[in-house]
């Protein structure tokens, strides 16, 4: 059970992604969720840092993809803002959303990492697609209400997984 919800790897950020680690593990493509990952909750727009960083991913060879549980207005606007596919009201942590992104970028999961700030939406839903995880903290405190209550648990998973070793 642990292991749906337990993230391969967890970074504070985004920049402290070792990505030529993960080309090495055989990841070729990255599934990023959106709000309070690659942009604060709510917001309409990515820093120019974010874009500057996906931008040199895609240079470097890898391929890309949003997968929100947004609507698809805006998430089809901010993934044109890089040029890449996106897969909006995903209804994350369901499969479908995972293996469509993964047949977007046309990669096989076990060549994709997913990159999220919730355990039990990102990373349950890329565990489950047998995609590497990576967990991140969130950009923002703000968030909707739920994900405020879901915390809460995620916490006390997390010390769980730390407490059987399973994560550092």
Sequence with gaps: ???????SLIVKSLYDINTGELRELGIRGFIFDLDNTIIP???????PEVITWMEELL??????CLVSNNWNKRV?????EIGIPFVSRAYKPAKTGFHQAAGLMNLPPKEVAV????????ILGGNRNGMYTIMVA?????EFIGTKITRKIEKITIHMLRAKGLIK
């Design 59 to 64: 240079k470097s060879g890898f391929k890309l």
């Design 138 to 142: 969130p950009l923002s405190s703000q």
């Design 41 to 47: 909750w709510d917001s309409e727009t990515m820093q």
């Design 1 to 7: 059970m642990y292991t749906l919800v337990c993230p």
């Design 76 to 80: 089809r606007r901010i993934a044109e």
């Design 115 to 122: 990159i999220g700030d919730q355990l039990f939406t990102d």
